[in-house]
Structure formats: C-alpha cells, structure tokens
C-alpha cells in the first residue's frame, strides 16, 4: 500500500495539448479532423521545436548505442530484402517522462481503499505534469531531429508521445538501422522493419522507445469463439438444476441481471458514460442493436443507440454486410446491459494500412486528451505478450494508468487461448500470458461457463507476465494460490510476475445479433463488456451520490473478495498440459470470481 500524497500540481505550459494523430503512409503526421457527427476534439496545435543549443553537440556514428534489438525475425515473416530507400515511415517516439513513479504513487494513494484520498479523481493537467518530459528533454531530442532535417508533431496531451515522418533511409540514418521489407506469409503482406536501431550516447535518459522499429505487426485477437466448447453436452441436466429460468437455455442480458443482481432500472446520470474500443475494421451495425434490444432486452428503448468516436480517421459505416461480430457483440452488451449509461464506440483506423499498437498508442492518447475520459473504457482485443516489446508493454501500461488516476477503470478481455495464448498444441515450452491484461493497472476479465455453479470456461486466458512483477493489491491471493499449486508446472510460468485474470464473468451460450441473424458465441470478448456493465452501474449511482468514480479498480477488487462469487472449477488447457486449474479463491483461469452487485455497492461505499 502506499501512502504518498497527491501534489498540488499547475498547469504546464509547456505541455502541447494535442489529440487523435493521423499517420498514414505517403502523408505527413498529422491531427485528425473531427466530423460534424462526432465529439470535436480538444484543440490541437503543433509540437515546439526547440532552438538548438550552441553547446549541443550533434553524435557521429561512434557515439550511437543499440536502444533495442531483436535476435531472430518473428515466425511467419521472411526477409525479402532492404526497404525501398523512399518508402515514407511514420515513427512515434516515446520520450522520458519527468516523474512517472510520482504517478504510481499518486495512483494508489487515490485508489487504495482506506487511504486518505481514496477516491479522487486526478485532473488532466496534474497527471499531465507527472508524465510530461523535462525541457531538457524536449529539447535535446527535437534538437536530435532538427540535426537530421526532420520535424515531429507532438500526439499526447503531456508532449511525451512524438509522431515524425521520414523516408527508410532518413530512418537508417537517424537510427543506425537496416529497414528490411518483410512479407507474412499468410497474408502476403509486406511490412517495413529493422531487427535492430541505435540512439545518440546523448539522448540515453531522454528517449524511451521508437517504434514500430523492431516489432512486427501481428494481429490483436478478437474475435469470438464457437459456443460449443462452452456447456459441452449438458444443457439437459442444467434446466434440473437450481438456474434462473432466464438462462436456461442460453445467456441474455436478463440472466445477467438474475444471477449477478445488477439493476434494470434506468441509470439516471447522463455525465456517465463507457468506452468500447473498435479494431480490425468492425463496424457496429445499428439495425443489429436494435433486433438485439427487441429481443433481449424489451424493456429498453429499441432505438436505444450509441455516439461514435473516430481515431485516425476509423469509421462505422451502415452497410450490414460490413458489421463485425465483434463490434456488434461488444456495443449490444454494453447498450443492453448497462441500462441507460451512455455508450461511445471509439473507431480506430488502421495506422500504415496495419493493425499494430501504434493504433493502440494513438486511442489511449485520444482518451487522454478528453477533458472528460469515459468511467469505464473496455476492450475486448489481446495480445500474446511475448509478440509485444517490453519498452511498449510498459509505455501503454503507463497510458492505462494514467486514465485509472483520471477515473477511468480500464477493461481487457484475458483472452481466448487458455493458457498457451492460442499458439496451438504443444509448441510452447512455457505458458503464454496475454497483454494488455498483464499490465497491473487494468482490470483482465476471465469468462466462466456452465450454471449454476459457474466454472471457468477452458478458453479463457490466465497466467502470470514475465514482463511486470506481481503488484502488492494482490500479493495475498495470488501467493496463496502458488502455495497450493506448489511445483506443478515449475519453469512454465514466471511465480513472481503480475498473475491475471482479476475478475471473471459469464462467456458461454451467449446471444448477439450478427448481420439481421440471431447468434449465440462464446469468449472473453463477451465477459469484458458484462464487467464493463457492472461498473458503470455502480458509477452511476457513485455519481448520484456525489462521490468519484470507481477508477482504478483492482485493490477494491482484492480488497473485497467477499463482493464476488468464488469459482473453484475448470481449468484452461494448452501446450501439451491441462493449464491451471480453478480453486477456492484467486486462480489464474476466473481470477477472484464472478461479481455480486449488492456487495459491491457496499465496497463501493453506497
């Protein structure tokens, strides 16, 4: 627990206060330009580029040092050669932030239930002044690129996050690198990559990654998977059984609202509000959310709709045969459950004509840049965390704090690839965490299948990061549950690091609307929005009560183990063993278990 208290912080000037980058290819960075259907963005102005000090020195090659590397390509790409010397790159830049353990501190001091300043919110302009880079920063690097021709355009509200566009031979120079076009085998996709780049001795301490540079571009998952795997053969036995008649044969929002008592009253605040973040090109089809509510939920408005956020230019164009099974499942959970609380689809075009976390940047960065953030922001894409590097796994974690100190609780779906991420049979000598869901400021939600009693479904993702060590909120459960686990799988697993999931909710025999046809499916990808719900329920009564938002929620979750519903069955299989098994308390398959929504109101101080 810390006990650090929050500063008294002014706003910088210094701090460009941009928001929504666009960086496609063959164009410059450059911000995004709000349409008249969506929320116009905050105002946008250009990065400062610092005079060049006479005592700068500019480095030579001699004074370059490896910042990253890695040893071998990526499975499923192959080297076809130097990159075309014009290809245009756009690169991010993450730069060093003046005090981002200042942050953590102020995080927990404010989230940590018992301590003095449990539940206030931080102001944009106080996180800002946590994360944003020291002048010297600022301006050693921009005089870094002016040296070399090359202008950056600020893409974060705290100026530590620099968009700049430059040719692959501007890139080899500046970086020391040897761009390489790799193609993917698979898809026939070419990409522009370097195993290796180098900084000048003089920007060590000031530049924290440039990326996409070593890592590949390979695909977050998302999608749904088959209901079949879910309730196997027993749906015979489970209508003999103690259920509520609303889930007897499959699971709707109404089975949701009886087995985890959320209300289906009407929430009342309007300055509530959930995020659902969109990838891949899903679209959310509007005639699908209505058929969704008319079936599921009649009680609702069946014009029910929700408002669009475009990030790089992403739209959600009305055209049914374009609607994803994703986007449409994730919006019809939030809209249809979470009764009444505002919900805004973030669409996020595809950076370089490819999904990669410079997508995933440039949404938390729009978030950020909102005077006013969602409560709730959920996302049901993963990926495996080794395909991610660590100097990224740790910059959008930082990202993600920043929105919990804010009052945004920040939700990722564990996964759907049990306890080898998906990467199939036995060609996995150790288990596969899922990012973001291994970062410790966001909340991972498990699916759990079966009823009553719930188990964990035998897709769902858990484990523990061998990037992040485990966090303090939860050394007791997870502790405990490697004292029962003893050497079982030893050398598989990282003990020490950050064990995921934290929470769990129904993914199985769940219903959606796809395309003008009723569909019943299965994941995480429909756990994480029943979670997303449940939050923003309670922060609307908080709201109503004139109390914060929930926030960062994982010490309220482990500090309360009583506001869940243990599940102590199932376990998620995978390369060539049975995974980890559910027990009584915190498990790496359901995490503490399925929420109670009278308990958590009295958790959440109602």
């Not at 116009?40 to 030579?60: E, Q």
């Not at 910042?67 to 756009?90: I, K, T, W, Y």
């Not at 060590?204 to 053969?233: C, D, K, Q, W």
């Not at 990224?392 to 920040?410: D, E, I, K």
Request: aromatic content about 8%.
């Amino acid at each position: 627990m810390r006990d650090s208290r929050t500063p008294e912080i002014a706003p910088r000037d210094e701090v460009a206060k941009v928001v929504s980058p666009t960086c496609r290819r063959s164009r410059p960075c450059r911000t995004a330009t709000p349409t008249s259907s969506l929320h116009p963005p905050a105002k946008m102005r250009r990065s400062i580029l610092f005079a060049c000090a006479a005592s700068l020195v500019v480095a030579t090659p001699r004074d370059m040092r490896v910042h990253e590397r890695r040893d071998e390509v990526p499975s499923g790409f192959v080297a076809e050669g130097p990159a075309p010397a014009n290809q245009v790159l756009n690169l991010r830049i993450s730069l060093t932030q003046n005090n981002p353990a200042g942050l953590e501190d102020a995080l927990y001091a404010t989230r940590t239930p018992g301590a003095g300043q449990y539940g206030q919110n931080l102001s944009k302009e106080q996180v800002n002044a946590f994360v944003a880079p020291s002048p010297d920063t600022a301006s050693a690097v921009n005089a870094w690129l002016s040296s070399h021709n090359l202008t950056s355009t600020t893409i974060s509200p705290a100026g530590d996050w620099l968009c700049v566009q430059m040719t692959v031979q501007q890139a080899n120079n500046l970086l020391d690198a040897n761009y390489t076009t790799f193609t993917h085998q698979k898809t026939g996709k070419k990409t522009f990559r370097t195993l290796s780049y180098s900084i000048p001795a003089s920007m060590n301490g000031h530049v924290n990654l440039v990326y996409p540079s070593t890592m590949f571009p390979i695909e977050a998952r998302g999608s749904p998977v088959a209901s079949s795997v879910a309730r196997r053969s027993v749906m015979s036995s489970l209508t003999q059984r103690d259920t509520p008649i609303s889930c007897n044969l499959t699971v709707t929002p109404t089975c949701i609202q009886d087995i985890y008592d959320l209300p289906a009253t009407l929430a009342t605040q309007t300055g509530n509000r959930i995020g659902v973040a969109g990838f891949d090109n899903e679209y959310v089809d509007e005639a699908d959310l209505k058929l969704f509510l008319q079936n599921y939920r009649p009680d609702l408005n069946a014009s029910t709709t929700f408002e669009v956020q475009s990030v790089n230019n992403g739209q959600n164009p009305q055209n049914q045969s374009l609607a994803g099974a994703e986007a449409d499942l994730d919006i019809q959970w939030t809209v249809g459950l979470a009764s009444g609380v505002p919900v805004t689809f973030y669409s996020v075009g595809e950076t370089n004509g490819a999904s990669g976390l410079e997508d995933w940047v440039d949404l938390a960065n729009a978030l950020l840049s909102e005077d006013t953030p969602p409560h709730v922001f959920t996302t049901s894409y993963s990926w495996n965390e080794p395909n991610v590097t660590e100097s990224m796994a740790r910059s959008l974690c930082n990202m993600y704090a920043q929105l919990g100190a804010r009052g945004t609780t920040v939700i990722f779906s564990s996964g759907d690839g049990g306890v080898d991420g998906g990467v199939g049979g036995e060609q996995c000598p150790e288990f596969v965490p899922t990012f973001p869901s291994t970062c410790p400021f966001v909340t991972s939600v498990g699916a759990t299948a079966f009823l009553p009693p719930e188990e964990a479904a035998p897709y769902s993702s858990g484990g523990f990061s061998n990037i992040f060590a485990r966090p303090s909120y939860q050394d007791t459960a997870v502790s405990k549950f490697l004292t029962q686990l003893g050497d079982t799988y030893e050398g598989k697993y990282n003990a020490s690091g950050r064990g995921f999931p934290d929470v769990s909710a129904q993914g199985a025999d769940m219903v959606s609307v796809y395309q003008g046809r009723d569909t019943k499916g299965g994941g995480t990808s429909f756990s994480a929005p029943v979670i997303a719900s449940t939050v923003a329920l309670l922060n609307d009564e908080l709201i109503a009560a004139g109390k914060g938002t929930l926030g960062f929620l994982n010490p309220l979750i482990y500090a309360n183990p009583d506001a869940f519903t243990d599940v102590a069955r199932g376990d998620n299989p995978g390369c060539g063993t049975n995974g980890f098994t559910a027990v009584e308390g915190w498990d790496p398959l359901s995490g503490v278990g399925t929420p109670i929504y009278s308990a958590l109101r009295k958790a959440a101080g109602l």
